[in-house]
């Protein structure tokens, strides 16, 4: 029997400092997550991601933080699509901070820090094992895949970003019993199982972070 291809992958889900989930809306106009970066070869001079596909690729971990911030900054409505495209605009990695791993319970601590930046920030949940089916020649594919939350800032309002949508985990949870709103696999995958647990308590930190903040 042939070894299975391993490959090695980034998904993130996007929240306010207030515990709202960003979403994006894709090609085929699907409701999404941020682009899922997997570790490859990228050609030279090529930024960013497929539109049509949502996927990215990187050539280390270490461009997470450019690639990610690329992004933001393609739909940031104070940036002309033009200029982004034309390679003027530069994806700032020191605009997202490294928070390292979250604790195996969901540590309010961290979280609490997240939530009081004044910048981006995002936190390593879980690493994951996904059957990604077969390639051409019938080898099995194997994603390994490292899962992260990113927070950003109120002062971000991302609800005016392009293609941008913010939602309180109830009312999408609401979208996906009612069905009248396409989704993309990589976002049912999160709001499903154990990961939508995780989601959920995630954004009920944060949120309780910000009330008591306000008291």
Known sequence: ?????????????????????????????????????????????????????????INDLIDYEEEIAYYFGKHDPRYEESIVEAGFFKGNPESLLD??????????SQIREMSNLDRASF????????????????QDIVNRMQVRYLVVPEKRNLASYRDFLVMTPGELCQVLKRRDIPISSKLAWFMSGEDLKRVSDFSEVLGSIEKNAQK
Request: net charge negative; aromatic share 6%.
């Open 1 to 57: 029997m042939d070894e299975p291809i391993y490959v090695e992958s980034i998904m993130t889900i996007v929240f306010t400092s207030s515990g709202n989930i960003v979403l994006t809306k894709n090609k085929k106009g699907e409701l999404d997550t941020v682009p899922q970066y997997f570790l490859g070869r990228k050609e030279a001079g090529s930024k960013g991601y497929n539109e049509e596909t949502n996927i990215g690729v």
């Open 99 to 108: 928070c390292g791993e979250l604790a195996p319970s969901i540590s309010t």
């Open 123 to 138: 936190i390593r949940i879980s690493r994951e094992t996904l059957d990604m089916g077969q390639n051409e020649q019938g």
